[in-house]
């Protein structure tokens, strides 16, 4: 019996063909990286236009409700949710790319001796049998660490500045800080569900993202190989 005729043979191809080959699949994987990219980028831009609309319907006219705010926040959260998803496909091909760039011409612009060799091997398991690298808690995570934290600090901010200002709402009237502080908690009541309530959801709500950015696990990724991430 013959044991070369059990082993899986490839298209054999000359010098010029491998070449040919993986550039022109870099190619591809680069259009593929841009394009996933681009959305995260898309959905970024409708989270940022998102707070400013809903910030200038708050905070222009006494008359606009508290719970403006307390929907954008639930806008921004389904956004991070979607943008964490698109993250997990750009960080799939992203890495693909890295692979060659580190492992490939990296190597011919600037050898190294015993770098990993089996890198190929790597990309073919890859295309065979395509798996997320990151879960959709870290890329969570990740989004938030990077963008998405920033936008809810911002309706924060906004939020108690909308529930402790007199002027801001449609009857005001000016008191001490004690005064002023069981007058914000009342002012953040929705319908029937009293202000304290309100005020603890919203504080148990932050107080997980700030969990997310502080405590979920995550490996370094391109941070590993040098300064530069998304």
Not at 2 to 24: C, F, I, K
Not at 64 to 93: N, P, S, T
Not at 110 to 132: T, Y
Not at 174 to 202: C, E, K, W, Y
């Amino acid at each position: 019996m013959n044991d070369a005729s059990a082993q899986p043979v490839g298209p054999v191809l000359s010098s010029a063909e491998r070449v040919n080959t993986l550039s022109h699949f870099h190619r591809a994987e680069i259009a593929r990286m841009a394009g996933w990219r681009d959305r995260l980028d898309l959905t970024t831009n409708w989270a940022i236009t998102v707070v400013a609309a809903l910030l200038s319907v708050s905070l222009s006219t006494a008359s606009a409700h508290h719970g403006v705010l307390l929907f954008a926040m639930l806008l921004i959260l389904l956004l991070l949710w979607i943008e964490a998803r698109r993250y997990r496909f750009f960080d799939f091909y992203r890495a693909r790319v890295r692979q060659f760039e580190r492992h490939y011409f990296a190597q011919i612009f600037s050898p190294q001796p015993d770098f990993a060799s089996d890198w190929l091997l790597i990309v073919g398991e890859g295309l065979r049998a395509p798996k997320f690298l990151l879960s959709q808690r870290v890329a969570l995570a990740r989004r938030l660490r990077r963008n998405y934290i920033y936008l809810f600090l911002i309706l924060w901010l906004a939020w108690v500045l909308k529930i402790s200002t007199p002027s801001l709402q449609t009857v005001g009237v000016r008191t001490g800080f004690a005064g002023s502080l069981r007058q914000a908690v009342d002012s953040a009541a929705l319908g029937p569900v009293p202000g304290v309530a309100i005020v603890v959801v919203v504080a148990a709500f932050y107080v997980g993202l700030l969990a997310i950015v502080f405590f979920t696990a995550d490996d370094d990724g391109e941070l590993s190989f040098g300064d530069v991430h998304v």
